[in-house]
T-cell receptor
Framework: AQRVTQPEKLLSVFKGAPVELKCNYSYSGSPELFWYVQYSRQRLQLLLR??SRESIKGFTADLNKGETSFHLKKPFAQEEDSAMYYCALKIKSGGSNYKLTFGKGTLLTVNP | KAGVTQTPRYLIKTRGQQVTLSCSPISGHRSVSWYQQTPGQGLQFLFEYFSETQRNKGNFPGRFSGRQFSNSRSEMNVSTLELGDSALYLC???????????FGPGTRLTVL
């Protein structure tokens, strides 16, 4: 079954500490993965996607096909990083159609 | 460009009633997806419309339905409301459906 698992519902770190939000996926096809973020009282928005291999707001994520993981990392967390983070997998739903499957999210709190 | 808009923002209904939610996508976006967001289940995909056709469907009962108009605006309808339908309903638009999705603020539905 196609599935995205975020094992931690809550993650709390101190400012300046490294942070890693875990994401594992199950998919028989070629995976395309994303991280979406929802800050307090703001809309859900795209943070980064693995095909871009970019760093956004200091966050990076590497697709590890061997471990079927797409963990989100930042070396030095900031208080403004506190938010709900969702990992998402684009899956083929038939023909040339695709849809996004989201994990249940991890609430990151960065303490001062 | 104006972002995705959803109306109404808040709704209170009683069991057995029906409800219609509306979503206006970003100008030029032809794909509209709907998600149900709850604390326990996170984001769950409901369906996607593209050019007035339902292209993808999630695992929700037939009480959940939707449609898309020629101007790409979309509505979703939930009939015979149940307490468990209480959730934040998010709409997202994208150019084609398979690239970045832009989310609206959501409609908070409470079923009493």
């Amino acid at each position: 079954a196609q599935r995205v698992t975020q094992p931690e519902k809550l993650l709390s770190v101190f400012k300046g500490a490294p942070v890693e939000l875990k994401c594992n996926y199950s998919y028989s096809g070629s995976p395309e993965l994303f991280w979406y973020v929802q800050y307090s009282r703001q809309r859900l928005q795209l943070l980064l996607r693995h095909i871009s291999r970019e760093s956004i707001k200091g966050f990076t994520a590497d697709l590890n096909k061997g471990e079927t993981s797409f963990h989100l990392k930042k070396p030095f967390a900031q208080e403004e990083d506190s938010a709900m983070y969702y990992c998402a997998l684009k899956i083929k739903s038939g023909g040339s159609n695709y849809k996004l499957t989201f994990g249940k999210g991890t609430l990151l709190t960065v303490n001062p | 460009k104006a972002g995705v808009t959803q109306t109404p923002r808040y709704l209170i209904k009683t069991r057995g009633q029906q409800v219609t939610l509306s979503c206006s996508p970003i100008s030029g976006h032809r794909s509209v997806s709907w998600y149900q967001q709850t604390p326990g289940q996170g984001l769950q995909f409901l369906f996607e419309y593209f050019s007035e056709t339902q292209r993808n469907k999630g695992n929700f009962p037939g009480r959940f339905s939707g449609r898309q108009f020629s101007n790409s605006r979309s509505e979703m309808n939930v009939s015979t409301l149940e307490l468990g339908d209480s959730a934040l309903y998010l709409c997202a638009s994208s150019l084609t459906g398979s690239n970045e999705q832009f989310f609206g603020p959501g409609t908070r539905l409470t079923v009493l």
